[in-house]
């Protein structure tokens, strides 16, 4: 056994590269919200829509394409979940529980637009870009977007174009919409003016607490989104039951958007510019065929059941859906509609979609090694 004096000079330097890992990774955090940040503040300055959203994403995107590689820790993009939940809560209100018996039909006219919008865009990718069967078909499902890579990454799908399809169809959506929705909008982008009396330190804590307390519950029973549902069942249950009114404090939403922001910008980082440029045409197909569909349908549903054609189009979006939702609150289109459309449409691909996707991909197997001879080839394309 080495003496004590020779193992001293051992543990200290690891103990100094462990400390020069950690100084790494904060500064990587820091360098992130401060990109984050800038973009955002940006977007606010020139007034874009949801501003503090699309501007971080957009800048965060941007970086990341260019080279910039930084790791975003796991726990502080769970932590952004749970309180995007909250904030999204906040948005509910009292009034909100008289239209929600009229949900139902509009839900089920939700149901036929998702499996129109991923055939639309399977169709558009299989025939027009000539992709493969598994490659088109993850690629084209709509939501769910981290679920949908990791069914895919256990498949013989092209990971790069899954990845880029995916990918692009939420930053596209989530930089564009908010400018087609807002003549539907009644101008608001922050629901803090001068004089608003926002919620107080200990009402905000005792939230939080019961997010604390719901969370654990909530990843035992694995709860799809579970992170991000618990911050909305313990905050909208307070305001749509008007205990809570005042609006979260800006120092509390902010980091919480710059989150979101980072995450979904940061998905670039795994992208080279020359795939992009490469696939991305076709995606932009597949999305601009998808979006058409569910536009029409959306514009169906309001005409029929008499509902505000901004808020069934955030609805019926092919969007994700903690990014969709958080655009209903920003721009202010009923983020209690919103969320319930986009939360009944997530648990069913989460539900439905590992099914579907098995006994298609068996169907296409099947019929390829009829083609071939019983061969078992797989389909060159």
Known sequence: MPPEKDQKPARGLIRTVKDMKLIERAYQVVALYAIAFAGGAIAHWIDFPAAWLTGSLLAVAITSLAGLRYKFPILLRDLGFAQVGLILGSGFSPDMLQAIATWPLSIAMLAVTVVAIAASAYWVLRKVGRWDH????????????????????????????????????????????????????????????????????????????GVALLVPIALRLKIPSGLMLSGVAVSGTLYLTGVYHEPFPNWFTIPGYLTVGINIGGRFASISVRDLVRLSGISMLSLMTSAGVSAVAAILCAELLDFPIGQVVLAFAPG?????????????LNPAYVTGHHLVRYLGLVIFAPIVVSKLTKMRTNEVDDENGGSGTSDPS
């Open 134 to 209: 598994e490659t088109a078909l993850f690629s084209s499902l709509p939501g769910a977007l981290s679920y949908i890579i990791v069914i895919a990454e256990d498949s013989r799908a092209d990971m790069t174009r899954v990845a880029i399809a995916q990918s692009l169809r939420v930053f596209v959506l989530v930089s564009v919409l908010p400018i087609i929705l807002a003549p539907y909008t009644d101008g608001t982008t922050s629901r803090i003016g001068p004089g608003t009396v926002t919620l107080d330190l200990m009402h905000l804590g005792l939230m939080i607490l």
């Open 320 to 332: 994700g859906f903690d990014t969709m939702v958080l655009l209903s609150f920003l721009i202010n």
